[in-house]
């Protein structure tokens, strides 16, 4: 294992994103934003976090756990800025820098190769939930961004206990937990949302939907395939069964 907490974790961000890196490039490069967006899926939780991150032209944002590069690459083309993806998995982090033409760097949200204050706004989405040391993650994204700058999550947040069977590797905070962890770390907590992960545009749902079937059509055989089906699987049905909700938050350095 590399720097993340499970191997099912691995196969779900490494192989598959290597995998759909390549089902992009089979299927042309309208795809790129729809595949690429792992965990964050829904056009409206990026706008409505891109609406509140204050970017101007040439504000220096940061991505962290950027996976493939599809938030990141949305945020380029919907706002015109130039997202940095920081991302621990190799295969992702490499597809973002060649399916979108990003800056990208593998490494984990608790260790970032940047200065202090280096930007002005930066998002992190569905990673502090894939992270035990959340405390860590938050400590390096208050440091990397500069005063009164905002950071914008999506997190998974545990409405109560967890019934299982649970996606392997996951610790999905509580929401007051959260709050309590983004305050401590130097933020001001602002405005917050819970995310519809189902409003994004239907051929946005269709594009993602044809590149995990050409990935099924690829790979479906492999049992990396197979076992990040199931961690996707088991993290639908929680937040199907309501067990588990969609949280946006806006966070301000002080
Ligand atoms: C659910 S995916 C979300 C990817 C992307 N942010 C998106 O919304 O499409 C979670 C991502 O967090 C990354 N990740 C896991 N642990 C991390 C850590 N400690 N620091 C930064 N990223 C991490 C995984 O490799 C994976 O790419």
Same mark, same amino acid.
């Given at each position: 294992?590399?720097?993340?907490?499970?191997?099912?974790?691995?196969?779900?961000?490494?192989?598959?994103?290597g995998?759909?890196?390549?089902?992009v490039?089979?299927?042309?490069?309208?795809?790129?934003?729809p595949?690429?967006?792992?965990?964050?899926?829904?056009?409206?939780?990026?706008?409505?976090?891109?609406?509140?991150?204050?970017?101007?032209?040439?504000?220096?944002?940061?991505?962290?756990?950027?996976?493939?590069?599809?938030?990141?690459?949305?945020?380029?083309?919907?706002r015109?800025?130039?997202?940095?993806?920081?991302?621990?998995?190799?295969?992702?982090?490499?597809?973002?820098?060649?399916?979108?033409?990003?800056?990208?760097?593998t490494?984990?949200?608790?260790?970032?190769?940047?200065?202090?204050?280096?930007?002005?706004?930066?998002?992190?989405?569905?990673?502090?939930?894939?992270?035990?040391?959340?405390?860590?993650?938050l400590?390096?994204?208050r440091?990397?961004?500069?005063?009164?700058?905002?950071?914008?999550?999506l997190v998974?947040?545990?409405?109560?206990?967890?019934?299982?069977?649970?996606?392997?590797?996951? $610790?999905? =905070?509580?929401? *007051? !937990?959260?709050? %309590?962890?983004?305050?401590a770390? #130097?933020f001001? @907590?602002?405005?917050? +949302?819970t995310?519809?992960?189902?409003?994004?545009?239907?051929?946005?749902?269709?594009?993602?939907?044809?590149?995990?079937?050409?990935?099924?059509r690829?790979?479906? $055989?492999? =049992?990396r395939? *197979? !076992?990040?089906? %199931?961690?996707?699987?088991?993290? #639908?049905?929680? @937040?199907a069964?309501? +067990?588990?909700?969609?949280?946006?938050?806006?966070?301000?350095?002080?």
């Amino acid at each position: 294992m590399s720097e993340l907490e499970s191997e099912a974790m691995e196969a779900e961000f490494g192989d598959v994103a290597g995998w759909t890196e390549e089902a992009v490039r089979a299927l042309g490069a309208g795809h790129a934003i729809p595949a690429g967006c792992r965990g964050s899926g829904s056009e409206g939780a990026l706008r409505w976090l891109a609406d509140r991150l204050a970017l101007r032209p040439g504000s220096r944002v940061l991505d962290a756990g950027a996976g493939v590069g599809g938030p990141a690459g949305w945020l380029a083309a919907d706002r015109g800025v130039r997202p940095v993806c920081a991302e621990p998995m190799h295969t992702a982090a490499r597809a973002a820098a060649r399916l979108f033409g990003l800056p990208s760097v593998t490494a984990v949200a608790q260790r970032l190769p940047f200065r202090d204050a280096a930007f002005d706004a930066e998002w992190c989405l569905g990673v502090l939930c894939t992270t035990a040391d959340k405390p860590g993650a938050l400590a390096e994204l208050r440091r990397v961004l500069a005063d009164g700058g905002r950071l914008g999550l999506l997190v998974f947040v545990a409405v109560g206990p967890l019934p299982p069977p649970l996606p392997e590797g996951n $610790e999905f =905070p509580g929401e *007051r !937990e959260l709050a %309590e962890l983004v305050t401590a770390a #130097g933020f001001r @907590l602002g405005e917050t +949302a819970t995310a519809d992960l189902g409003d994004s545009p239907p051929e946005w749902s269709g594009r993602a939907d044809a590149v995990d079937a050409e990935v099924a059509r690829r790979h479906g $055989e492999d =049992p990396r395939w *197979r !076992e990040a089906q %199931e961690q996707s699987r088991r993290v #639908g049905r929680l @937040l199907a069964d309501g +067990a588990l909700r969609p949280w946006l938050g806006v966070a301000e350095a002080r």
